[in-house]
């Protein structure tokens, strides 16, 4: 359960999860996890290692076979329960998950939860009605079996913590794989309670292990196990990567759902203020560290200078503060390098001849926060399309706004980094939103709106931002493997 905050922080910790126990790092060693709003110390995670990845591979795969047989209605209800587990315990969740991560509590409970919980319900409906397709010849009949692949893996960030930490498990477990899941060892506190709540919903031991520590230790650890066929991953793109070479040997199968530089485009067409309050989501949404956050803001010159204006107003207004305050939009940065790496990207946005419009700063609150990794909500214009700042992925509260004047230039510079994984274009001509849908290099288009996912839809991105798509049905082709079951036709 989540830690008690009156006890010495110390014998606060994190457990892994392995064949239906909750259980202590083999090796014994543990680090610290850090309160993003006041850089504090609250618990402390397994620094796990081979060893302990050992004993989860070996409970997976005593698991596999009763899982694999289970039926998907079987399934269906284990995971329906876990959601009801996680629903009844939602306050505690939610106030894990801000306090682990910085981001605002009203986020946590507006997002983060609520989805974490809902993921299981997509996938255990997708359990019961994925099939195979079937195919009628003239000389034969066929039909199409999707069968789980075994032991899977999943790897995931700390940005949406829960909610990707489900995304990812809720299809591997109802397409009747056994999984080890690396939460992020940023943010492992929600990943840790939903563990406590497997065996009370019903999974059978060793079918869900959960396993916290380092990324290059135990993360490249799973990567490169030769019993762990597939690994679905979230996270940056130089650790895709690693990721995808590691596996290379074994001819894993991979789904990498990398980085972003995302472009949102405002047309003069647009509805003004639902693109302005659009935008603005879409570049400082958790403090601007969602993949698909729209960090480079494209302007029609006809509207600039009155779009920039109400875009100032309007960042002006964000209230920054303690995560815990119900009032509070914007929270913390997720760890001290983070918020380092993000001030040395504004700082060279500055030496890049950028020039600052709003924020720029580490912003030192008051009282139990005062030593918190706050970063004040940043914009900058006049920065070439081609310049770092406007190519290689920030991911904080920065943004860049850049001004346009046709389709065709604006469709080459949102075009010219190395992602490609989400868009967001505001206009009123569906013509025009057509042709740029087409035409923009991303695995996601939005038209005047950001981030309204449907589960069902294709999930993921070109470029370097990643391989394969999730989603409730992507996914649940992703975690099982094809096989084709042919018989002759009467002659
Ligand atoms: P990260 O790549 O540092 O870490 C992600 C996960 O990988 C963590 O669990 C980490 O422990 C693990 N890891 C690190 N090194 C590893 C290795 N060598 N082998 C195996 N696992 C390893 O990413 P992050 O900093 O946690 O997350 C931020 C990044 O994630 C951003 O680039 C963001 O764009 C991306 N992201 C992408 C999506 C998407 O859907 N495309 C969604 C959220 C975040």
Redesign the pocket.
Known sequence: MPVDQQMDWRSNKILNFIGGELVEPVGGRYFDNIEPATGQPFALIPDSDEQDLERAVSAARAAFPGWRDTSPTQRAQIMNRLADLIEARMDEFIAAESRDNGKPESLAAAVDIPRGAANFRAFANMAEKFGGERFEKEQSSSYVLRTPIGVVST??????PLL?FTWKLAPALAAGNCVIA?????TPMTAYMLSTLVNEAGFPPGVLNVIHG???KI??A??AHPDIPAIS?????A?GL??YQAAAPNLKKVSL????KNPTIVFDDADFDIAVAGAKNAAFANQGQI?LCGSRLFVHESIYDRFKQAFLEQVGDITIGDPQQTDTQHGAMVSEDHMEKVLSYIELAQQEGGTLLAGGQRRRLAGRCREGYFIEPTVFENLPSDCRTNQE?I?GPVVSLIPFSSEQQVLEMANSTSYG?AASVWTQDQQRAKRMAEKIDSGIVWINCWNLRDLDTPFG?MKK??LGREGTWDAMHFFTQQKTVTTPKEQ
């Open positions: 790897i995931s960030p700390w940005n949406l990707l690396k939460p992020s060892e940023v380092a990324g290059a993360g490249a799973i990567t991953f979230t996270g940056g793109t650790t690693a990721i759902e990398l980085g972003g993949c992925e991911f994984l991105g931002s990643g």
